[in-house]
Every structure is written in C-alpha cells, then in structure tokens.
C-alpha cells in the first residue's frame, strides 16, 4: 500500500503516518529523513542536495524526487510505504508519479488530514519544547508536572518560534498556497481520501483505517 499523507504543518499528519507504518509494517518516509540519511553516508544525491542546502537554497525538484525514488526503491518498501512531507507541490506530485510510472508503479491513496486553521493555531500556541533534551509537550494535553519544567530533565520548557501564532498563520499562507492544490489533484485522480484531523489521535487513526478499507 502506497499513502501519500496531506495536511497543514500541525494537523497531525506525521503521527498518524508513524501509526500506518506501524500497523502495515511499512516504513514510514519523510524528506527530511531522507536528506539527512543521504548527507550523512555521503551518496551523491546527498552530496547534491547539501550543495544546495549550505548555501541557503531550496533542493530542487527534480533532485528531492530523485531522492524518494531512491528510497522507495529500497527493499523494506517491497510492501508499500507512507510519505510525509512530500509531495508539496503539484509539480513534485506530477515528477513523482512520472518517476513511479516509469518503474511500473502507482500511489494508491492520499489521505488529508482536515483541521481548520484556527484549530491549529490554538494546537501549535499550546505547544513546548526542552532545547536541552527534545521532551515536547502541550500546555492542555500534555502538561508538564510543574509548569514551565520539563518532566525529564527538569530544564526550563520554551515556545518555540516555529510555534508563535504569527509564524504559524505564516506557514498556513504557505501551506495553502503551494500543497492546498494537491488536494484537487488527487481528488481528479479519484484516490483523495480526508478525515477530520480535530478527533482526538485515536478516533482520527480509526477514520483514516476505514477510508483505507482496512
């Protein structure tokens, strides 16, 4: 099974698609990953995209889509895969089905995360970080047992900038901007499946198994 995961930076699409890969025992793919595995084993698509990426640049699309097919070629993808992340843009999604078209292969749902924008901006406002160990947490969902210290190393927990309501409504504009139209894309292609983002994880992950028919 081949599921590309659609939805806004905070809608929750990146812990669902850890509990598809999960469940499927299939792996679990994001760009991110992807760059980062490639510059540190030093391959030559790696070495292209930290070209780009030390001087400040955007990776190309022709050397991202290179990259995921690189990955999905890989044996632990015989079964399927999840990617998260990507595509972004319609002409990452049109090079990437134009890859996986000329290796006999197709995506076989895309499934989008929906929560309105001032849902997520509530989600993401509420959100803390420890810059010393990593530890995330939620000031409603997931408080910390004394407030402002992280539970697991008891450093001072902090609002990230990535977070602040002003950056996220900036990551929105984006968002619906450049991936909103692959909503429409996938919808022409008949495998655009969407289930609503503001359950709770649970209930959102049984929504998404039952558009899947599993």
Do not use: W
């Amino acid at each position: 099974m081949k599921i590309i995961m659609l939805g806004a930076p905070g809608a929750g699409k990146g812990t669902q698609a850890k509990r598809l890969a999960e469940k499927f025992t299939i792996p679990h793919i994001s760009t991110g990953d992807i760059f980062r595995a490639n510059i540190k084993n030093g391959t030559e698509l790696g070495k292209k995209a930290k070209g780009y990426m030390d001087q400040g640049l955007l990776v190309p699309d022709e050397l991202v889509v290179d990259l995921v097919v690189d990955r999905i070629k890989q044996a632990d993808c015989e079964k399927g895969y999840i990617l998260d992340g990507f595509p972004r843009t319609i002409p990452q999604a049109e090079a990437l089905d134009n890859a996986l078209k000329a290796i006999n292969e197709k995506v076989d749902f895309a499934v989008n995360v929906e929560v309105p924008d001032s849902d997520i901006v509530s989600r993401m406002s509420g959100r803390r970080a420890c810059l010393n160990c990593g530890a995330t947490y939620h000031v409603v969902t997931i408080p910390t047992k004394v407030e402002g210290i992280c539970d697991t190393c008891g450093s001072e927990i902090v609002l990230r900038e990535d977070d602040k309501p002003e950056t996220v409504l900036k990551r929105l504009e984006v968002y619906h901007n450049q991936t909103q139209p692959l909503i429409d894309y996938y919808t022409k292609q008949g495998i655009l499946k969407e289930v609503d983002g503001r359950k709770n994880m649970t209930d959102t992950f049984e929504d998404i198994l039952n558009v899947l028919g599993k």
